[in-house]
């Protein structure tokens, strides 16, 4: 299944430009709706401009935004940030305190149509997609998507993109 995903976000056909990836953060938070209740703290680390596809990476963002907003309770907190991980790749991450998942459960809800827990799907609309195809695009780009989760905690998702995306000169404060 998760290989037939990737084929069908091969057919989107990845057009690179330059991205102020600091703007596409903001384009993605200005485009969903927050619900009452629920903070949302941007953490950049300085500038960053990298080679992607925008409206791919934008994607994949709305889809990780949405997740946060689902599983984070009201007067919850979701952090969307980027930087430079110690080994140059540009992080772009997710991070909530909602409901977290068990890490028995992290490799499977990157599978299509996995809900890790029946009663959630119920609670919870999705066909289980968004995370697949996401990690989908994030390949596409040379790069990845992990969580890192504990159950009633919350959850971070990152989405890694190699050196080569970044723009020379035009880069995030490295972590030291």
Partial sequence: RTTGL?????????????????????RCLRSVTVPAGVRVVVDHRGEAFA????????????????NAIK?????GRI???AKLSPRGELEVSVTDNGIGIAQDDIDRVLEPFVQVDSALHRKFDGAGLGLPLSRGLARLHGGDLRLESDLGKGTKAIISLPPSRLLDGKHLAAVR
């Fill in 71 to 75: 599983f984070t309770p009201k007067q």
């Fill in 51 to 66: 080679e992607i596809d925008g409206d791919q990476i934008a994607q994949v963002l709305i889809n990780l935004i949405g």
């Fill in 6 to 26: 990737l084929n069908f976000a091969r057919q989107n056909k990845v057009v690179l430009a330059e991205v102020d990836v600091r703007e596409l953060v903001d």
């Fill in 79 to 81: 952090t969307v940030g």
